[in-house]
């Protein structure tokens, strides 16, 4: 059974830098063929993807804020940490992280998502 | 970045009838190798994450009522509900991940009339 779990600050100011952890549990980012990603949704707003990071450590960025993100993992501990320098009031969102695999050569969507943790930028 | 659009932003529908949702990509998702058409649509209620429904377009994932059904090729879509219910209300997203840099649509919010 596949869960993840978000964890992090609920309020950061704006400049500051957001440091999140996603814990998972079911699978292992060292198994081929398995990545997990962050996912962003502003209040009433549809979902944006964020970053991937793949089993062999491979990293992508959304374009519009490559310079702002950064994407690790702690194989050791089952964790993914995303951190968003220059956090800002627009950054405001629930911040969800989340499984995606691929079989052969196909690679599927994300299939299991956490429950998100609402993160606010305010002074 | 592939831009997805849907329609209707929202829509009422009465219990039982039908509900239909569209969605275009602004360029194809089809990979032409294993023609997969590589789109997904999700169902999000208040207060949770998006759950997938439907991946490669129109395959169910597990566990979801067969009145959910996806269709469409290369960049336009179609989530229809055949008959609603009213634990389908809900905003459904479609999303393309035909590249790493995975998009979402702007939603359709589906109420009962």
């Known amino acids: 059974q596949i869960t993840l779990k978000e964890s992090g600050p609920t309020l950061v100011k704006p400049t500051q830098t957001l440091t999140l952890t996603c814990t998972f549990s079911?699978?292992?980012?060292?198994?081929?063929?398995?990545?997990v990603g962050w996912i962003r949704q502003p209040p009433g707003k549809a979902p944006e993807w964020l970053a991937l990071?793949?089993?062999?450590?491979?990293?992508r960025y959304s374009p519009s804020l490559k310079t702002r993100l950064t994407i690790t993992r702690d194989t050791s501990k089952n964790q993914v940490v995303l951190t968003m320098t220059n956090m800002d009031p627009v950054d405001t969102a629930t911040y969800y992280c989340?499984?995606?695999?691929?079989?052969?050569?196909?690679?599927?969507?994300?299939?299991?998502w956490g429950q998100g943790t609402l993160v606010t930028v305010s002074s | 970045d592939i831009v997805m659009t849907q329609s209707p932003d929202s829509l009422a529908v009465s219990l039982g009838e039908r509900a239909t949702i569209n969605c275009k990509s602004s360029?194809?998702?089809?990979?032409?190798?294993?023609?997969?058409?590589?789109l997904a649509w999700y169902q999000q209620k208040p207060g949770q994450p998006p759950k997938l429904l439907i991946y490669?377009?129109?395959t169910r994932e597990s566990g979801v009522p067969d009145r959910f059904s996806g269709s469409g090729s290369e960049t336009d879509f179609t989530l229809t509900i055949s008959s609603l219910q009213a634990e389908d209300v809900a905003v459904y997203y479609c999303?393309?991940?035909?590249?790493?840099?995975?998009?979402f649509g702007g939603g359709t919010k589906v109420e009962i009339k």
């Open positions: 989340a499984h995606r695999h691929k079989d052969g050569n196909n690679w599927y969507t994300f299939d299991h």
């Open positions: 079911g699978f292992s980012l060292t198994t081929t063929g398995v990545a």
């Open positions: 990071i793949y089993w062999d450590n491979d990293k």
């Open positions: 360029q194809s998702v089809l990979y032409s190798s294993n023609n997969k058409n590589y």
């Open positions: 490669w377009a129109s």
């Open positions: 999303q393309q991940y035909y590249n790493s840099l995975l998009t």
